[in-house]
């Protein structure tokens, strides 16, 4: 094991670092050099900041202007969580749902770190990602760009990949905020009715989580009305935002999520995007009339709008640039949107191989009877199956990939896409590895052909069929889906294509999808394994081989629950009904099946391994007032080398209104086979803390706290108790518990050949800034104060550099 791994284990790294990148500016410094431009500008200049030039004109999705007075060249701001949207020669990352799906720390760093290099090289100053929305609902169309259904998950995984991403020097945006958690209604009267403690500690939390540790340039509010007001013009929304959560950067609207000429400015948001009042305006010779300009320059000489909300947003906008250091040579953008064909630089550098590792990290092993990992035994394999193909019409076909995929499926379809360099897919990636083993490959990729596939199947010794279900943006309709699922139906005949070669022989089901899907035939007696690789991005046969010839031992875990069918998910989209009542609190997904006595067909959290895992001495150890610390022996009893997610869950003390268990911490562990590791992992004062809506603060109720841990949110193998006590009278609990012994549903097999990856740091951070009180939302910067930043240790960067 190599010193990073036993730092992992032993001395928990505090992983998060207020400077994404030790480079940068603090935020004081960054505040105070972008108040002394601003004194320097004219109105008309400070409008220029906070104005988009509209959609199409020029380089980018979103630009603002230069202003040469200053040296301050415009800002190119870009998609994607994959990528670098309308762009060549740039990687298709995997979705970020499977980034989250890996429960790795490091990954998600170096997902954000590497996608920052890319943006950094092609010249974009504010990258429009990551996404922490929640996938209360798993038809919701863009729960592929977020991280599951889980805001802790999700919160540490944006709160990573922000600081990937900056430590490039680019501005990462957090998005959307709030509650833009469907597609159906979002841009046309949605209104999501929700409390206010349900929104902080769910909805609110993942940014909370991320201005805490991680410290995002920029937030984008999102189209969705939040009890009755626009998010954008939302100044409730706002003022949680700017003061109750301390955040110093800048507000940008979605594109075309601006309603009024003050609604939104008043409220508190910062920048107007893309600038034009209609979308969209491509190819049009007249610019379309746009938002702010020339008419929020008039409203502030005539008085309308305050001098001190102006030289608010324009301090706002100069300080993320000038925290990444963007003023100090920073790249000019070298890409044009609209001329995609146009010569452009390559800047994919080996990002492959990364996309390659995520890819086989986030596959969740669902189900396996033994028949994986592939060997000579298992026979000449046929692959059954559109999605085992490269698509016909093309990897890039449609416009933002809104097309009924016809090969294999790696990417949903929207904003939130990236054009493919090239795609491997299964058919390529398991023919090159069943070569040497001496397998022949043959292929059934007729969907409808029933008797072809059968016949493939009869003739194989092991059949992998290739299914999928897809989703995205709602401006693009496929097959009546607009956006969101209309059900979480298998596409593309795929029920039948499991039926059919199940029939006949062995059978592994693989499939690529945006969330769970219903599956009829997961019992029948040859559906012997399951695999659920989700979106894997360019290297999507590659890492699916990886796994299936156990060249990876699967470690993936399920960022959202799937149940039997869609009634057990309870919260579902009502799609005749603009106004979408939150009524359920905290408990939807996992929160839900547990309050309710449901058990999924999959628990949150589940994933098998080639190897197999016992739990033993788990103890929980609480520094008054500080963090806690929770302990467990975890004993690799396969025979094969292979990660372990430990998964921490909290269950809070009696009579406080919180779900019986909720995730608060996690850490992959590479465990040699017939090895012993110590885990620890810290659960820090921030994450315990739960919102008093009556007191508008968050806090952190006292008394006996149980720990659960364990391998997935169903199957907890230990528990111990701890004491929060404000006076801190009640002596530390670290009695260990009694433990489980390996999950019985994990076979060890022998011919695994280990992969040779570090375990990621286990997650800590500092305790909580400063409780000075926060300036206002409108006068943070026009005032001169400055709000106490705590300083995060930085060593996360270094030890993933």
Partial sequence: MNILAVLAIVT???????????????????????????????????????????????????????IPSINFPGLCLQDSPTGIRFARNVSAFPASLNVASTFDHGLMYNNGRFMGEELRDKGVNVHLSPVANMMRTPQGGRGWEAQGADPFLTGVSVTQQINGIQSNGVQATLKHYVLNDQEKFRQDRGDIIIDKKTL??????????????????????????????????????????????????????????????????????????????????AGNSTVVPAWWGETLVSNINNSTVKMARVDDFATRILTGWYRQRQDENYPATNFNSWFPEEVQLNVQRNHKAHIREVG??????????????????????????????????????????????????AQGWGSGTTNFPYLVAPQEGITAAASPLGLKVSVASNNWDIPAVEAAAAAAGTSIVFVNANSGEGYITIDGNEGDRKNLTLWNNGDRLVEAAAAKGPTVVVIHAPGAVDMPWINLPNVKAVIMAM??????????????????????????????????????????????????????????????????????????????????NTAATQVCKGSTKVQVDVSNTGAVDGHEVVQVYLGYPKGVDQPAKQLKGFSRVMIGAGKTEAVSIEITPDFIQIYDDAKNTWFTPEGTYTVF??????????????????????????????????????????GYVAPSAAASASYAAAPPASAKPKPTASNLYSSGEIATVSLFALLYPIFFA
């Avoid at 431009?37 to 603002?64: F, P, R």
């Avoid at 984008?220 to 109750?244: F, H, T, W």
């Avoid at 035994?377 to 097309?403: E, F, M, R, W, Y």
Wanted: proline share 6%.
């Fill in 12 to 66: 928990p790294l505090a992983v998060y670092a207020d400077l994404a990148n030790v480079n940068a500016r603090s935020w004081e410094e960054s505040i105070a050099l972008a108040q002394k431009t601003v004194a320097k500008l004219s109105v008309e200049e400070k409008v220029k900041l906070s104005t988009g030039l509209g959609w199409s004109y020029t380089q980018c999705v979103g630009n603002t202007a230069a």
């Fill in 200 to 281: 902080m500690d769910y909805y609110i939390r993942p940014f909370k989580m991320a201005i805490d540790h991680s410290g995002p340039a920029s937030i984008m509010c999102s189209y969705n009305s939040v009890n009755g007001v626009n998010a954008c013009d939302n100044p409730v929304l706002m003022k949680i935002l700017k003061e109750e959560l301390g955040f110093k950067g800048y507000v940008m609207s979605d594109w075309w999520a601006t309603h009024t000429e003050l609604d939104g400015l008043n409220a508190g948001m910062d920048m107007v995007m893309p600038g034009s009042k209609a979308c969209c305006d």
């Fill in 360 to 409: 086989a990290a986030s596959a969740i092993l669902l189900k396996n009877s033994g028949v994986l990992p592939l060997t000579a035994k298992s026979g000449n394999l046929a692959l059954i199956g559109s999605d085992a193909i490269t698509p016909p019409s093309g990897i890039n076909a449609g416009g933002d990939h809104g097309v009924n995929p016809d090969g294999t499926l």
């Fill in 535 to 616: 979106l894997p991005g360019q290297e999507s046969g590659n890492a699916i081989a990886d796994v299936l010839f156990g060249a990876v031992n699967p470690s993936g875990r399920l960022p959202f629950t799937i149940g039997h069918n869609i009634t057990d998910y309870h919260t579902q989209i009502d799609m005749k009904n603009p106004i979408q009542h939150y009524s359920e609190g905290g408990y939807f997904d996992y929160r839900w099946n547990q309050k309710n006595n449901i058990a999924p067909l999959f628990a949150f959290g589940h994933g098998l391994s080639y190897a197999s895992f016992a739990y033993a």
């Fill in 709 to 750: 841990v364990g391998a997935s949110s169903a199957d907890l193998r230990g528990e111990a108790t701890f004491v929060i006590d404000s006076a801190c009278t009640t002596a530390p609990t670290d009695e260990p518990s009694a433990s489980a012994s390996a999950d019985p549903t994990a076979p060890a097999s022998s």
